[in-house]
Nanobody
Framework: QVQLVESGGGLVQPGGSLRLSCAAS????????MGWYRQASRTERELVAGISSGGSTNYADSVKGRFTISRDNAKNTVYLQLNSLKPEDTAVYYC????????????????WGQGTLVTVSS
């Protein structure tokens, strides 16, 4: 069974930085697009940043120029560098990926991580 495990969340002051990591484990054949979403209190989950298997990226307007998504395919890991953090960035951040298994290598399933809390406060 494939799992996505996030790490790197925590409490940071406004203007600070954090780096989130999300590692996939299990009987992985291939990983397609990966992304980070976030959900603040009483709001819907929203896409923060995405990265294709080839490395193309896209960002929500609210984080452009501050956040950077990257991936290490050898480690089955996606990262999100968060800079110039603002209180409105406070949310649970979720990792998402399209993953195929060895037993069915051309069928991609959507997998979610458990979430990691980022709190931006002085």
């Amino acid at each position: 069974q494939v799992q996505l495990v996030e790490s790197g969340g925590g409490l940071v002051q406004p203007g600070g930085s954090l780096r989130l990591s999300c590692a996939a484990s299990g009987s992985i054949f291939s990983i397609g697009a990966m992304g980070w979403y976030r959900q603040a209190s009483r709001t819907e989950r929203e896409l923060v940043a995405g990265i294709s298997s080839g490395g193309s990226t896209n960002y929500a307007d609210s984080v452009k120029g501050r956040f950077t998504i990257s991936r290490d395919n050898a480690k089955n890991t996606v990262y999100l560098q968060l800079n110039s953090l603002k209180p409105e960035d406070t949310a649970v951040y979720y990792c998402n990926a399209g993953i195929s298994y060895y037993k069915d290598p051309y069928r991609y399933l959507e997998v979610w991580g458990q979430g990691t809390l980022v709190t931006v406060s002085s």
